[in-house]
């Protein structure tokens, strides 16, 4: 979507706005069809980042749909109305900056901050920046407990949840839910456990079998010996 009072090519934005932007747009992306991994692929902003704020901006993006349920329950508490369909810039803007605070730990100061600024960079928000800054302050004081308490149903689109209830039970159901609320690991099979763990370097993993290793979720293209082949994807179960 077109920024406010831009041409088509976009302008240089100001340090720490630049990967919360982009992550609007995959956000954007992710809404007309797209998985997070193909909007990752095709988002020129995203692209664009460099170094932590491409990793910010991922986490950032994959937080916000993973738990969109529960971040939306927090926003509706401190909304006076609901927000217009048609609002979905705002609503994106207000769902990652609560993500940031309920979710990751991000500062209270340069969350809200930020939020004020992306919402003066786009035609739709522009005029609730009053807005976007209350609610901001209000998630920095209490959102990250609140979110604590919400179930994990609540994030969970009903119809998948029905379809889980009918096939598994509710206990089951709610399980499987939890567990659909934390980033997967990525299990890596390695040609060579050496020459893997020297192209890796200082990135922390874990060695969970003979030739199989377990790091945090990233783009497993972006892994030096990757291109190589030192390794490829592959779930422990697999392995078995």
Same mark, same amino acid.
């Given at each position: 979507s077109k920024r406010a009072g &831009?041409?088509?090519?976009? @302008? !240089? $934005? !100001?340090?720490?706005? /630049?990967?919360?932007? =982009? =992550? $609007?747009?995959?956000?954007?992306?992710?809404?007309?069809?797209?998985?997070?991994? @193909?909007a990752l692929d095709e988002c020129r902003s995203f692209n664009a980042l460099e170094g932590s704020d491409?990793?910010?901006?991922? /986490?950032?993006?994959?937080t916000t749909l993973r738990r969109r349920g529960t971040l939306?329950? &927090?926003i509706a508490t401190y909304l006076r109305e609901p927000l217009k369909p048609k609002q979905t810039h705002l609503r994106d803007i207000l769902r990652i900056t609560a993500a940031q605070l309920c979710l990751m730990g991000t500062e209270a100061h340069a969350a809200a901050w930020s939020a004020v600024e992306l919402s003066k960079l786009r035609v739709? !928000? *522009?005029?609730? @920046? %009053? +807005?976007?800054? =209350?609610?901001?302050?209000? +998630?920095?004081?209490?959102?990250? %407990? *609140? /979110?604590e308490g919400v179930e994990a149903r609540v994030a969970t689109p009903g119809w998948l949840w029905r379809s889980l209830a009918r096939a598994h039970g509710a206990k089951t159901a709610a399980a499987i839910a939890d567990a659909h609320r934390r980033a997967a690991p990525l299990d890596l099979t390695a040609k060579d456990l050496e020459t893997m763990s020297e192209a890796l370097g200082e990135r922390p993993f874990e060695r969970i079998?003979? @030739?199989?290793?377990?790091?945090e979720s990233t783009r497993v293209q972006e892994l030096p010996g990757f291109e190589e082949g030192d390794f490829w994807v592959q779930d422990v179960a697999a392995t078995l």
């Open positions: &831009e041409d088509e090519e976009r @302008q !240089p $934005l !100001p340090p720490g706005i /630049a990967s919360r932007d =982009a =992550a $609007l747009d995959l956000l954007r992306m992710t809404t007309r069809g797209m998985t997070l991994d @193909q491409r990793g910010f901006c991922r /986490a950032l993006a994959s939306d329950e &927090e739709e !928000p *522009k005029g609730y @920046q %009053k +807005l976007v800054n =209350a609610v901001a302050r209000r +998630l920095a004081e209490t959102g990250a %407990k *609140k /979110a079998g003979p @030739q199989t290793v377990r790091m």
